[in-house]
């Protein structure tokens, strides 16, 4: 070997261990659970280059060291939102005064503000839902705004384009921001027919050797549409022919809600945010938060989460809410990989003799994700915890129903990612009618599926087991 290929080859080596080091006293510094942190450390030293490259692709939390940057979200307005007082408010109506902890908690968190008068209806499948956003759209007069993890250039996606390039060449305002790794099926077709109609395109951190690194393991998960301020939708769905025609082996049973009134404001926001933080432009503009004529006492809060915030709001919510149930929590998730937090709160929801009942797939679109999910059954069932796995289809809802007074819509499933890495919106929606027809849902979904009993639970073969505490240890990056 030349005395240039050693000198090469002891350089690269002392880079190598310095990158090491440095990521070590990274992750130290970070102040990581210490289960964490001590894992990140063990793969940086006992698995060569491997581990390097896997902790500079998802462990690195390079959004919250730049969260700063996000602090000019400050300057979006929402004065002119007809936000309320959440103090106000709480102290004068019995329903929020229950929850005017959770209020303040999602208020001071991510600065989500508290909505009433809104009008609020479900969708639980994709082709009534496609078929009642088409129609808003093309009621719209002055902008459309829309921001999705997936969109397709399938039938349904064609669809959809379809009506934002007939209203960007009428004159509407259309803005649309996809996620790149989840819109991976969005061809440069569609995109440029949108481009030339004035479609105002905007991709969501793009996919690129090699800034992809640093921002592949974070990713814009919303599902968030708008039609002139007035009316929104938002929730679990995409657009995507799987959401409205279902899968080759069942239904694709999914929760989304049109949101009209006081509370389309907070979507609005959490959009113009995410518009400024990909672009820098700033829209300030009165026209997007126009005053609603719905007269109505559901109250709500969009809540928005990131890596770029620095709480995890909607866990944290979630977690508040399940703590205070006095009567029931029912949940479905398509993925659950819950922290300690949320394990700590079913439990102890459970065994103080709430009603606790989670809903799964019975089959999922994620094999390893879904046996990582089983391998937590059986903390959840010796506590008392009710299991049903959906067995129609896949279960792609990511809802709570409490007590009959308090739900949760939106795109945040219970899991790491969406708790610690993913860009999420949540609804949290203070009325009866909402909650009755959320928990109606719940125990017409449980007609379709099949309960997990602890005692057939625990016989499964050891090697299922196994393979499931494999998949758990992986939980963090799914």
């Known amino acids: 070997m030349s005395l240039f290929l050693k000198i090469l080859y002891w350089a690269l080596l002392a880079l190598y261990w310095y990158a090491i080091i440095a990521s070590i006293g990274v992750v130290i510094l970070e102040n990581k659970r210490p289960v964490r942190a001590i894992a990140w450390i063990l793969v940086l030293i006992f698995l060569p280059y491997i581990g390097l490259l896997f902790y500079i692709v998802f462990g690195r939390s390079s959004l919250r060291q730049g969260r700063v940057a996000r602090?000019?979200?400050?300057?979006?307005?929402?004065?002119?939102?007809?936000?309320?007082?959440?103090?106000?408010?709480?102290?004068?109506?019995?329903?929020?005064?229950?929850?005017s902890r959770l209020v303040s908690l999602l208020h001071r968190n991510c600065e989500s503000e508290l909505y009433a008068n809104n009008r609020i209806d479900l969708f639980i499948e994709g082709k009534p839902l496609l078929d009642a956003m088409i129609a808003e759209m093309e009621k719209a007069e002055n902008h459309i705004h829309v921001e999705y993890f997936i969109v397709e250039s399938d039938e349904t996606g064609e669809q959809f384009k379809d009506v934002l390039v007939k209203k960007a060449k009428a004159g509407v305002e259309v803005r649309l921001i996809y996620d790149d790794l989840g819109s991976w099926h969005l061809n440069r077709k569609m995109l440029h027919e949108m481009r030339e109609a004035g479609v105002k395109l905007q991709s969501f951190?793009?996919?690129?050797?090699?800034?992809?690194?640093?921002?592949?393991?974070?990713?814009?998960?919303?599902?968030?549409?708008?039609?002139?301020?007035?009316?929104?939708?938002?929730?679990?769905?995409?657009?995507?022919?799987?959401?409205?025609?279902?899968?080759?082996?069942?239904?694709?049973?999914?929760?989304?809600?049109?949101?009209?009134?006081?509370?389309?404001?907070?979507?609005?926001?959490?959009?113009?945010?995410?518009?400024?933080?990909?672009?820098?432009?700033?829209?300030?503009?009165?026209?997007?938060?126009p005053i609603s004529s719905v007269q109505n006492t559901t109250y709500a809060q969009m809540a928005g989460s990131g890596p770029?915030?620095?709480?995890?709001?909607?866990?944290?919510?979630?977690?508040?809410?399940?703590?205070?149930?006095?009567?029931?929590?029912?949940?479905?998730?398509?993925?659950?990989?819950?922290?300690?937090?949320?394990?700590?709160?079913?439990?102890?929801?459970?065994?103080?003799?709430?009603?606790?009942?989670?809903?799964?797939?019975?089959?999922?679109?994620?094999?390893?994700?879904?046996s990582a999910s089983l391998s937590y059954m059986s903390q959840l069932l010796d506590a008392g915890v009710k299991v049903y796995q959906y067995k129609k289809g896949f279960i792609h809802a990511k809802t709570i129903v409490i007590d009959g007074d308090l739900?949760?819509?939106?795109?945040?499933?219970?899991?790491?990612?969406?708790?610690?890495?993913?860009?999420?919106?949540?609804?949290?929606i203070y009325d009866c009618a909402v909650a009755r027809s959320m928990t109606e849902i719940f125990k017409q979904d449980i007609k379709n599926s099949q309960r997990l009993h602890r005692a057939s639970w625990k016989k499964r073969p050891f090697y299922k087991r196994f393979l499931q505490a494999i998949a758990r240890l992986s939980s963090p990056a799914l």
Request: with cysteine.
């Open 205 to 289: 951190f793009k996919v690129r050797f090699p800034f992809f690194t640093t921002k592949l393991n974070y990713r814009n998960h919303r599902k968030i549409l708008i039609i002139d301020g007035k009316v929104a939708f938002t929730g679990g769905f995409n657009i995507a022919d799987r959401y409205t025609h279902g899968l080759e082996w069942g239904v694709w049973r999914d929760t989304h809600m049109r949101v009209e009134g006081d509370a389309v404001a907070g979507l609005q926001s959490i959009f113009l945010n995410d518009w400024l933080y990909m672009t820098g432009k700033i829209h300030r503009s009165e026209r997007f938060y």
């Open 308 to 370: 770029d915030l620095d709480w995890e709001s909607i866990m944290m919510g979630m977690c508040h809410a399940i703590h205070g149930a006095v009567s029931y929590v029912y949940i479905q998730s398509p993925y659950f990989l819950p922290n300690e937090s949320i394990l700590n709160a079913l439990q102890s929801a459970a065994l103080a003799g709430v009603d606790v009942r989670l809903m799964i797939p019975l089959r999922s679109d994620s094999h390893l994700s879904h």
């Open 71 to 99: 602090k000019i979200r400050k300057t979006v307005s929402t004065a002119q939102a007809p936000a309320i007082s959440h103090t106000l408010e709480t102290d004068q109506n019995p329903l929020l005064l229950k929850y």
């Open 407 to 428: 739900s949760i819509v939106g795109s945040a499933n219970m899991d790491y990612r969406s708790f610690e890495q993913d860009f999420e919106v949540s609804a949290f």
